[in-house]
């Protein structure tokens, strides 16, 4: 009586068959997790950026005057006389508001103003531009902060 069954031979190539299936299978899911990662580690830099430049967006908006207070740092005076200060220290940009601090987590920011002086020779910060890096590309963010003429005399 004859025995149906596979040789050897046939084992080992269905094995090497099945070994370059798996390794193609786990090379595109190992690939795959990787875009995911670097997908949602982008996603989070640029929701970050983006909720802290509308919070110095807002802050500018509702101060009535932002005082350039010394090089790395500059103080915005709300309506309700309570402040916000930005500091520019070690490759961040902090916000202070009361007790809360937060920060832009990039490489590289510069922080530039053009000052307009005051009657009582106090430096107003008129525009600001920070370089920042999204994506690993630089990016530079333009602030514009408009004084009315009688804020500008009401110190």
């Known amino acids: 009586m004859k025995v149906a ?13 099945l070994s370059i299936v ?51 740092a500059f103080t915005l005076i709300n309506y309700d006389a309570s402040r916000v200060t930005y500091i520019l220290e070690n490759t961040f940009l902090y916000r202070q508001k009361e007790a809360v601090k937060d920060s832009i987590p990039v490489n590289q ?12 020779k106090r430096p107003l910060l008129r525009e600001l531009w920070v370089e920042t890096r999204l994506f690993g590309q630089p990016l530079r963010l333009y602030f514009f902060k408009e004084y009315f003429a009688a804020n500008k005399l009401q110190m």
């Open 22 to 72: 798996i390794a193609l299978v786990y090379t595109s899911v190992s690939m795959a997790g990787g875009r995911a990662h670097n997908y949602s580690k982008n996603a989070n830099e640029h929701l970050q950026l983006l909720a802290f430049s509308q919070h110095l967006e807002e802050d500018l908006a509702t101060a009535t005057h932002v005082f350039w207070d010394e090089p790395n």
């Open 109 to 120: 920011i510069e922080v530039n103003a053009i000052k307009v002086n005051t009657p009582d």
């Open 5 to 17: 069954a596979f040789t050897l031979f046939e084992m080992i190539i269905a094995m090497a068959l």
